[in-house]
């Protein structure tokens, strides 16, 4: 069994931070990619920032300069530093981590729950 468990999400008000956590657990016998998208309401789930086992790190377009994505492979955790926020960033967050629970498996995708980032006056 793997679990994600997302944190950090919340109301902010345009042009301030937040900072979202997602840790792993369970049968992780090797992380590869972990990512976080965002799904706005009526829209697609989109990838927000993707980093690799190495930390190599890639973000769409509308985010690059304000978002960083980073992980701590000892705490199984990848994080998502947000910084001048827009409304139109307001969507639902989701962590998302390609996994081998254990040697000899192909590597599967797992999701998190979601958390709600909300920016609004």
């Known amino acids: 069994q793997v679990q994600l468990v997302e944190s950090g999400g919340g109301l902010v008000q345009p042009g301030g931070s937040l900072r979202l956590s997602c840790a792993a657990s369970?049968?992780?016998?090797?992380?590869?990619?972990m990512g976080w998208y965002r799904q706005a309401p009526g829209k697609q789930r989109e990838l927000v920032a993707i980093?690799?086992?190495?930390?190599?790190?890639e973000y769409i377009d509308s985010v690059k300069g304000r978002f960083a994505i980073s992980r701590d492979n000892a705490k199984k955790s990848v994080y998502l530093q947000m910084n001048s926020l827009k409304p139109e960033d307001t969507a639902v967050y989701y962590c998302?981590?390609?996994?081998?629970?254990?040697?000899?498996?192909?590597?599967?995708?797992?999701w998190g729950q979601g958390t709600q980032v909300t920016v609004s006056s």
């Open positions: 369970g049968s992780t016998f090797t992380i590869n990619r």
């Open positions: 998302s981590a390609e996994i081998q629970t254990r040697p000899f498996v192909l590597p599967s995708n797992y």
């Open positions: 980093i690799s086992s190495g930390g190599s790190a």
